[in-house]
């Protein structure tokens, strides 16, 4: 049976015509109900709405790549090095995490590249589980935008700069001081984003080739030690441990191992931001720096002063190397303007995505958090990333916030990565159709999804020692991100299914588009009915039958043709589409005489038993008496665009024609369909009825009542026979251009069995004809 869910059916019908009544002996509309794969240009789904944003893609390669690389590189490999080896107990264990960390993120990134080819949207992971995953409807939607708004903060990068500032000038800050400062970045970055967006980009820019160039610098600093510094009482240069120590006192706990993961991910994180190959060179860029700037670390600063430095072990690291005044001073700046560059990175990334998620209508005053004024900046999306941001800072103790903020980030992460791992497996078995100029090797999604489950698992696994003395129970990360899944499910179902069902409407998607340009998709209340209003006439429908072939696609508008189906049943919709669809194709060709045929959807109709009229879910469609064309002029000709943009210029040249095939399942008994003769039926019938989807808009034809117009139907329409009915023609020389349809009762037929039917609606080319 062909697809019939919400998201198939237009999200607003509007008639331009409200004056204008419709034959109650009508189907229903088939562009607005009957579409199994409305919005499918076979190269991507078009209810996923497309990028709109007045900011645009135009930034070059090197601009890219400092993009992300900023993005990556933050204070991840300055600040979390500390944590990473006091928790796993050993120098050996604490590389491998970071080696590993970098084959963990490569996986995910193939994942990320493969829907990234498959669905070019901006949005990233939001875009990919919403159309990976549609039913419950609007549930990844709102589950990724409670995710991002409620987790979408840099306060851990806020924090460092403000202890890596206090630390340079020798300040022993108070929790005030240290969140006083933090809180200034973030508010000075917010400004400079939203009021003053290029030269912020190009703050960041610099900054981001600042730290890398830090980064550098510490590699060498490290190699600088050990082949000039004097030897210590020891006698040793490097407090590198030598082969038999580098895996001493090692933690084996997984717990703790996953912990430890997810501080090494979030020195990793921000590789999606662009799906190209700037991705993955900036993930081996940052894989090499990482190792050497730890190595370095182990050179020069003794182990023990390193499980206790905190978050200050590259201050520690500078201080040993280089004195007082430059150890000690201009380097921890440079780490705090680093700092400052990840943020300034993380906000604007982080401000795109909310921007996103307001234009689809999943935050509250849509319309102004969507929108890029007044300065052609996403002020919207800052804010909602500041107000989190804001309360990270100023409400936990600055204790253990930092290891605790790290490891709630990643948990959550954990869900949406698993899903979207699994996500790109089934996608390649549903839709093996979409293009995908890259695909992720299978080993690698698999061991990504095995990954996801074990670190989701891993809080189970606890050590030895639960809890440290004043600190944070082991697994509170764990339970705070489980909380926040478990709110985003709560918040879905009183939102979209407890409300409405109370209230008796249902959510749909306004479109609107602001006066900056972009595009904002409301969500309304809308009754929950499918009526629309219509007016009874009585009318003679003529049967044709004996003398079928008096009538033809060019003369009357529709034909009937003699044709033996391969299939049957009509139960698989992909077999539908595998093996119907050819043949479908061929017949076309030899009743027209077409160059060239592309379907564009169908529609199977099966009455549920005892219903006169289409099921409220539309699961089941039977025949609506409601007249109707399928496709407006306008809309028509739209669809060549649509579904063929490469070769549409050239196919809109010459005669293009929308025809429905419609063939009987079994022989119909009942509600047979019934065509008006073109010529009988003027423009002046013709009613506009707009649909409105969440990227575009259609339009079919109602028709208004009038006693000239001239039905007929086939009386005992069997499988073996087709009904072609001419939707639209551009040919210009006065022969029929549009059919009328629909189904109408037979009195005394009322018992019998209901009609089962499937149409199939093509566009057909004739590259040899003009349109005159």
Known sequence: MATNDDEQRPLLIRSISPTGSSKTLTESDAESYDTIAEGISRSIEDDVIPETSVLGRTISWPSAYILVI?????????????????????????????????????????????????????????????????????????????????????????????????????????????????????????????????????????????????????????????????????????????????????????????????????????????????????????????????????????????????????ALFFERSFGPHLGKKILPLA????????????????????????????????????????????????????????????????????????????????????????????????????????????????????????????????????????????????????????????????????????????????????????TVTKLVHVPQTYDRPFESHSAIVHDVLGREKEFSLDTNGFQFHQHTSVEKGFLDDEKVKRDYYPETEELLKDATGASKIFIFDHTIRRQAPGDDQITPDRRLRGPVQRVHIDQSYKAALSRVPHHLPEEADKLLQSRVQIINVWRPIKTVQRDPLAVAEANSVDDGSLVVTKLIYPNREGETLAVKYDAKHKWYYKSALTPDEVLLIKCFDSKLDGRARRVPHTAFGVPGTEDKEGRESIEVRALVFHEDQSLE
């Open 70 to 314: 900023s993005r990556v590189i933050g204070s991840g490999i300055f600040a979390t090095p500390g944590s990473i080896v006091k928790s796993v107990g050993s120098v050996g264990l604490s590389l491998t995490l970071w080696v590993v960390g970098a084959i963990i993120a490569a996986c995910g990134l193939a994942v990320s590249l493969e829907y990234g080819s498959m669905l070019p949207r901006s949005g990233g992971d939001k875009v990919y589980l919403e159309f990976t995953y549609r039913k419950p409807r609007f549930l990844a939607s709102t589950l990724v935008a409670v995710q991002a708004v409620l987790l979408g903060f840099t306060a851990s990068n806020c924090i460092v700069f403000a202890q890596y500032t206090l630390f340079a000038f020798d300040v022993e800050g108070s929790d005030f001081v240290r969140k006083t400062l933090a809180v200034g970045l973030l508010t000075a970055i917010t400004i400079i984003h939203g009021c003053f967006l290029k030269t912020g980009i190009w703050i960041q820019n610099f900054l981001g080739w600042i730290k890398v160039a830090l980064v550098i610098f510490m590699i060498f600093a490290g190699l600088f030690v050990v082949i000039f510094q004097p030897k210590g009482s020891d006698g040793r240069r490097s407090h590198f441990p030598n082969g038999r120590d580098l895996f001493k006192d090692t933690e084996w706990n997984w717990g703790i191992i996953s912990t430890a993961l997810f501080k090494v991910f979030y020195s990793y994180a921000g590789l999606g931001n662009v799906n190209n190959s700037v991705s993955v060179t900036a993930l081996v860029t940052a894989c090499i720096l990482y190792v050497l700037v730890n190595i370095a670390y182990f050179i020069v600063v003794p182990l023990d002063e390193i499980r206790d430095s905190g978050e200050l072990i590259a």
């Open 335 to 518: 780490v705090a303007l680093s700092g400052a560059g990840n943020v300034m990175v993380v906000t604007f990334a982080l401000a795109r995505l909310n921007q996103e998620i307001a234009r689809q209508g999943f935050l509250p005053w849509s319309k102004y958090l969507a929108s890029s004024k007044p300065f052609n900046a996403p002020m919207g999306g800052l804010l909602v990333h500041y107000i989190p941001s804001l309360l990270v800072i100023a409400l936990p103790p600055s204790g253990e916030v930092y290891s605790f903020i790290l490891e709630v980030e990643g948990y959550p992460g954990q869900v949406f990565g698993l899903a979207l791992s699994v996500g790109v497996l089934w996608l390649r078995y549903k839709r093996p159709d979409l293009k995908r100029p890259f695909k992720a090797w299978i080993g690698a999604v698999l061991f990504r999804i095995v990954l996801s489950i074990a670190l989701l698992a891993a809080p189970f696994f606890p050590s030895k020692q639960k809890s440290n003395p004043g600190g944070i129970w082991y697994a509170t990360y764990a339970v705070v991100g489980i909380g926040i899944i478990v709110f985003g499910l709560v918040y879905w179902y009183v939102w979209t299914r407890l409300i409405p069902k109370w209230k008796g409407y249902r959510l749909e998607e306004e479109i609107s588009v602001l006066d900056d340009g972009t």
